[in-house]
Nanobody, 125 residues
Framework: QVQLVESGGGLVQAGGSLRLSCAASGGILSRYAVGWFRQAPGKAREFVGTISWSSGGTKNYADSVKGRFTISRDNSKNTVYLQMNSLKPEDTAVYYC?????????????????WGQGTQVTVSS
């Protein structure tokens, strides 16, 4: 059973940056695809990006964050990161990481087997 814990959220001004971490225990995170999702108040949880399990780490991003957000892995720390630059007020949400046994990565929430508790990101204008 993989447990995921997100951290690094907070309050930032528009145009600023944050780096979220997704630390795993109970399993080797490099064996899973990892996805990032977010949920704003009153809205459905939406796909942000994903990195595949392979050492090459194929990445895919939602159009809304492409060019601003970057996902990376540090296998020595069993952690995946979401670097968020040029933040906008519409990026405000609770951000979740999730791990999938389907190693290729997917934008579909249903493909993910383990979820973290989320971390709040608030971007002020």
């Amino acid at each position: 059973q993989v447990q995921l814990v997100e951290s690094g959220g907070g309050l930032v001004q528009a145009g600023g940056s944050l780096r979220l971490s997704c630390a795993a225990s109970g399993g080797i995170l490099s064996r899973y695809a990892v996805g990032w999702f977010r949920q704003a108040p009153g809205k459905a949880r939406e796909f942000v990006g994903t990195i595949s399990w392979s050492s090459g780490g194929t990445k895919n991003y939602a159009d809304s964050v492409k060019g601003r957000f970057t996902i990376s892995r540090d296998n020595s720390k069993n952690t995946v990161y979401l670097q968020m630059n040029s933040l906008k007020p519409e990026d405000t949400a609770v951000y979740y990481c999730a791990a999938s046994l389907y190693g290729g990565g997917s934008p579909r929430r249903e493909e993910y087997d383990y979820w973290g508790q989320g971390t709040q990101v608030t971007v002020s204008s």
